[in-house]
Nanobody, 126 residues
Framework: QLQLVESGGGLVQPGGSLRLSCAAS????????IGWFRRVPGKEREGVSC????????NYADSVKGRFTISRDNAKNTVYLQMNSLKPEDTAVYYC???????????????????WGQGTQVTVSA
């Protein structure tokens, strides 16, 4: 059974850094593109970043470009989201999700992601 588990969230001051992890079990990670999303209460879920199956294609939301970096280690069945220069507006629950059947070297559309994890809270506050 496909399962994704996020970790690494927490409380950090503005300007600080966190690294989120998305650990996969029940499937071979390189069969799937992986996306990171976030949700703030009262707002729609936002696509933050994605990485293709090969790791060779990545996309970022404009709001995080230059600050966040997505990477994957297929041998460890884990995808990471390095978040630097965090801002209060980055506060949200962060989720990872998998997209099956995607092209080897292309991120799929945000709507193609499914198989969500349970989320990890990131709070950026002084």
């Amino acid at each position: 059974q496909l399962q994704l588990v996020e970790s690494g969230g927490g409380l950090v001051q503005p300007g600080g850094s966190l690294r989120l992890s998305c650990a996969a079990s029940g499937f071979t990670l390189d069969y799937y593109a992986i996306g990171w999303f976030r949700r703030v209460p009262g707002k729609e879920r936002e696509g933050v970043s994605c990485i293709s199956r090969s790791g060779g294609n990545t996309n970022y939301a404009d709001s995080v470009k230059g600050r966040f970096t997505i990477s994957r280690d297929n041998a460890k069945n884990t995808v990471y989201l390095q978040m630097n220069s965090l801002k209060p507006e980055d506060t949200a629950v962060y989720y990872c999700a998998a997209a099956a059947g995607s092209r080897w070297n292309r991120c799929p559309l945000w709507g193609d992601f499914a198989s969500w994890g349970q989320g990890t809270q990131v709070t950026v506050s002084a």
